[in-house]
């Protein structure tokens, strides 16, 4: 059989990364991450306008904006009743020293060559996410590189080693070419895939998960959070691969086997046409599941149903047939490049989100105050900004069109964003109904502490109303007689609220011993000598419950 031969690779990464909070300093209100990386931008540039991020005459940004509904627009482009320039959710930064990307599949393999088209970096407001974006493509590549390369080009890390050294499931070598100083051909960064012992050092050491090189100097002056310095760390969301977007176009994509459509829908492992890379019972529904074929129909290919669309998982990919005019082509890198953003954006938030609040339940100590405090503190930042994704950025529909709409179902099902935003939702509701029985344990402990000691002040307000406020007439003593007179009142009345409010949790147990008629009048009498003479056991008790209790003290 002949070799088949993509003669369009478009390949997209979409990298959703975690952003460490930027230091609040004294007195100052913490910068915006867009705001730092413009003051150190290194290799990256702001887009002031999003919407003519590629051409000024507005074309690709005109079929862009139409496609989606008003509110995503506002969201993409930051525009709406004010007009251009009202306040974006998303902020784009882009590169333009990154030229080409060679590879090589295996040792001693022929080079290849990709261009860069795309070099950003998204951040979005209110919310600790970016998302990295590199798109490269290549004419007139055999089928089975291009497979190889959307399996093996978005591994951040090698996840094992093969026998010869280099990493497993990764491609041998990943080298970004721009110019140097004088215009010259120059290498930028290399991939190090094949050094072990960092990758053992660093997860040893650090607990992290490591970057090849070339990834930590695409997302530069940003840092990884394992290494030193730097001001903007940010952490990884989704391990092992980087999302995927990938358009192959065919002279005849009827040609194709099941198993080639297989390996291009997951971005498998290549292998032989008539074969498949998982089971046959795995890959039973594979055509309702994971196939969009609105537009596919091989029998009938005069009708342009040619082109067929993949969702699995983290991939998404298109085939069709190779047409000069390269509208599918434009559409692909445009309208649904925005909806994959969407998509990844929406997953890498509820994923940030959920982080948020394990890591708060993580570092709560219930015995320790400050602790405590520290966990309500992050807990409503973090309830907050999720109230506000929910409503600014959580979206069902996205478009009229009807493919649009289809495409951002299927993408988000397969990313498992809906069941996703429920776990959090639920976290939400959790913690948000902890801390308000919490609150309520708070108000009730408050309420019985007032109680006892109204009940205690309640004697000498009856003995100082029947005998008169003019028992001892002081009219006539001096002034500094008076003030002597008033502190020997004032300070033990004072000493006595406070002591009777803090043995108030003791006089609460006797008052509701004293009004049961379950128990005798000896353990009634036990119970309030214990107000004074309290066992060693009840000493341990009431410091556990005052710790269990603290929670309360720090509103």
């Known amino acids: 059989m002949s070799e088949k031969i993509v003669r369009e690779f478009n390949h997209t990464l979409l990298w959703p990364i975690t952003l460490r909070p930027l230091r609040r300093e004294v007195g100052v209100d913490p910068i915006s991450y867009w705001d730092m990386l413009k003051r150190r931008p290194g290799p990256w540039e702001f887009v002031d306008d999003a919407l003519l991020i590629e051409d000024e005459s507005c074309l690709a940004g005109y079929e862009e904006f139409v496609y989606f509904l008003p509110y995503v627009q506002r969201f993409l482009y930051g525009v709406g009743d004010e007009g251009r320039g009202a306040q974006s959710s998303l902020h784009t930064f882009q590169r333009h020293d990154l030229e080409e990307v060679h590879l090589r599949t295996e040792p001693g393999a022929e080079e290849i060559t990709l261009q860069v088209k795309r070099a950003r970096l998204y951040f979005f ?53 721009g110019r140097d100083a004088t215009g010259s051909p120059a290498l930028l960064s290399k991939s190090d895939y094949e050094d072990r012992e960092k990758y053992l050092e660093l997860v040893r050491n650090q607990r992290q998960t490591p970057l090849s090189l070339h990834w930590e100097y695409f997302l530069s002056p940003l840092i990884p959070a394992y290494l030193p310095g730097g001001v903007m760390k940010y952490y990884q969301i989704e391990n092992k691969r980087i999302p995927i977007m990938s358009y192959l176009s065919f002279d005849d994509p009827s040609v194709l086997s099941r198993g080639d459509m297989v390996r291009i829908g997951f971005a498998a492992k290549w292998g032989e046409s008539d074969t498949l890379p998982y089971s046959t019972g795995f890959l039973a529904d594979f055509e309702q ?109 996205i478009s009229t069109q009807v493919q649009a709409s289809d495409f951002f179902k299927r993408w988000s099902h397969q990313l498992g964003s809906d069941a996703l935003y429920n776990e959090v939702r639920e976290e939400a509701r959790d913690i948000n109904e902890y801390l308000d029985a919490d609150r309520h344990r708070k108000q009730a402990d408050n309420a019985m502490r007032l109680t006892v000691v109204s009940s205690c002040g309640m004697v000498g307000t009856v003995v100082t109303g029947f005998l008169g406020m003019n028992l001892y007439s002081h009219s006539d003593l001096g002034t500094y007689d008076k003030f002597l007179i008033f502190l020997v009142v004032f300070v033990p009345t004072v000493a006595l609220g406070v002591y009777t409010v803090a043995i108030s949790k003791r006089l609460s147990n006797f008052m509701e011993a004293l009004s049961s008629e379950g128990l005798t009048w000896k353990e009634k009498l036990s119970t309030f000598r214990q107000i004074w003479f309290s066992s060693k056991r009840e000493r341990v008790r009431e410091r556990r419950d005052k710790a269990d209790t603290g929670m309360s003290s720090s509103e």
């Open 125 to 177: 407001y209110d919310i600790d996410v970016a998302l990295a974006v590199l798109e490269v493509a290549g004419e007139n590549i055999p089928l089975n590189i291009a497979v190889e390369i959307m399996d093996r080009f978005g591994r951040p890390y090698p996840p094992a080693w093969e026998g010869d050294g280099g990493g497993a499931h990764c491609l041998h070598t990943v080298e970004f070419w």
């Open 289 to 397: 599941q994971y196939c969009y074929d609105r537009y596919w129909d091989p029998l009938h290919r005069g009708a342009d149903m040619d082109t067929r669309y993949f969702f699995c998982g983290v991939g998404f990919a298109a085939i069709t047939e190779y047409r000069p005019n390269g509208l599918l082509l434009r559409q692909f890198r445009h309208q649904f490049f925005q909806i994959g953003l969407i998509a990844h954006f929406h997953k890498a938030a509820l994923l940030s989100l959920s982080n948020r609040f394990s890591r708060a339940v993580e570092r709560l100590n219930v015995r320790d105050f400050e602790s405590v405090k520290q966990f309500k503190k992050h807990v409503r930042e973090t309830l907050e900004v999720f109230l506000r994704f929910n409503h600014r950025y959580w979206f069902h529909e």
